[in-house]
């Protein structure tokens, strides 16, 4: 049974840092591209959840133009769990944060993702 659980969520005032972590099972983890995806709370929940950071083997990633240089995804593969490490956050990082998985390459669009997890609130004040 595949299970993907984020934690580290929480509230914090604009410029804090916050880590998440995603703790997965019951897929080929290693070869896996695992994703970080967010949707504000007054977003339509049928509108595409936004792109946020990805990563696939150890050091290929990819990043959002808006968190670029802020956020930074990494995975340890003997734990099976990835990582967002978030800094100088803002206001508008606000949202439910999900953490995706897929096989094969790096993809920006939720739709290519096959597993999610629950989603963790991450509420930034100013």
């Known amino acids: 049974q595949v299970q993907l659980v984020e934690s580290g969520g929480g509230l914090v005032q604009a410029g804090d840092s916050l880590r998440l972590s995603c703790a997965a099972s019951g897929f080929s983890f290693s070869s896996s591209t695992m994703a970080w995806f967010r949707q504000a709370p007054e977003e339509d929940p049928g509108k595409e959840r936004e792109?946020?950071?990805?990563?696939?083997?150890?050091?290929?990633?990819n990043y959002a133009d808006s968190v670029k240089g802020r956020f930074t995804i990494s995975r340890d593969n003997a734990k099976n769990t990835v990582y967002l490490q978030m800094n100088s956050l803002k206001p508008v990082d606000t949202a439910v944060y999900y953490c995706?998985?897929?096989?094969?390459?790096?993809?920006?669009?939720?739709?290519?993702?096959?597993?999610w997890g629950q989603g963790t609130q991450v509420t930034v004040s100013s």
């Open positions: 792109f946020v950071a990805a990563i696939i083997w150890a050091f290929n990633t």
């Open positions: 995706a998985a897929r096989r094969g390459s790096i993809a920006k669009k939720s739709d290519e993702y096959v597993y």
